[in-house]
């Protein structure tokens, strides 16, 4: 199994990105999807997720509004599109998956895979 994420890169605040996650080995849509992000310095933290058969989509407080997950099965792929991006947004962000559907506003720090990380750089 591995997840590959893309889509980083250097923007200026207020600009956007669109993250993309493409996996092999497993098929998205039967599986709960998240993206994380850890910023210099800083602990790893959720920021969005979705899950399989509702589709239902969570986001942390911080992006609510701004970030938006979505997922096409055709492509087994999951995107965060990142709108109005802030510096406070610099990170390494990573996609992840689980069997388990945690529930809106639940999530787990160990999920069953990660991929790599792609930076995300916003200049002020």
């Known amino acids: 199994v591995q997840l590959q994420a893309c889509g980083g890169g250097l923007v200026q605040a207020g600009g956007s990105l669109r993250l993309s996650c493409a996996a092999s080995g497993l098929t998205f849509s039967r599986y709960w999807v998240a993206w994380f992000r850890q910023a210099p310095g800083k602990e790893r933290e959720f920021v969005a997720s979705?899950?399989?058969?509702?589709?239902?989509?969570a986001y942390a407080d911080s992006v609510k509004g701004r970030f938006t997950i979505s997922r096409d099965n055709a492509k087994n792929a999951v995107y965060l599109q990142m709108n109005s991006l802030e510096p406070e947004d610099t990170a390494v962000y990573y996609c992840?998956?689980?069997?388990?559907?945690?529930?809106?506003?639940?999530?787990?720090?160990?999920?069953?895979?990660w991929g790599q990380g792609t930076l995300v750089t916003v200049s002020s």
């Open positions: 992840a998956a689980d069997r388990t559907n945690y529930g809106v506003g639940r999530y787990t720090t160990s999920p069953d895979y």
């Open positions: 979705i899950e399989w058969r509702t589709d239902l989509t």
